[in-house]
Nanobody
Framework: QVQLVESGGGLVQAGGSLRLSCAVS?????????MGWFRQAPGKEREFVAAIRWNDESTYYADSVKGRFTISRDNANNRVYLQMNSLKPEDTAVYLC?????????????????WGQGTQVTVSS
């Protein structure tokens, strides 16, 4: 089982930026993994934000964040990041890091096997 711990959430004004971090552990290597970021607002379904393939850093984004958010990974420190710029009030949610074995960049939450506890992001207008 992979362990995932998110950090970096907080309160920010609309138009501001935050960088979320996900510490990944539990395997000697993550080269066969895809890592994802999801978010869940109160009363709403968990939705896909972005994914990255660990071995070649290919990425995939939800249309709602494309051009504003950037997912990346740090192989030396086993971390996955989500840089969020031009934040909007509708980006307010708990952001969760997730992991799945495989090469395909999936957006379906059911495709991911391991999840972190999440970090709260609140964007004020």
């Amino acid at each position: 089982q992979v362990q995932l711990v998110e950090s970096g959430g907080g309160l920010v004004q609309a138009g501001g930026s935050l960088r979320l971090s996900c510490a990944v552990s539990g395997r000697r290597t993550f080269s066969t993994y895809v890592m994802g970021w999801f978010r869940q607002a109160p009363g709403k379904e968990r939705e896909f934000v972005a994914a990255i393939r660990w071995n070649d850093e290919s990425t995939y984004y939800a249309d709602s964040v494309k051009g504003r958010f950037t997912i990346s990974r740090d192989n030396a420190n086993n971390r996955v990041y989500l840089q969020m710029n031009s934040l909007k009030p509708e980006d307010t949610a708990v952001y969760l890091c997730a992991a799945r074995v495989g090469r395909v960049l999936k957006r379906e939450k059911e495709s991911y096997d391991d999840w972190g506890q999440g970090t709260q992001v609140t964007v004020s207008s």
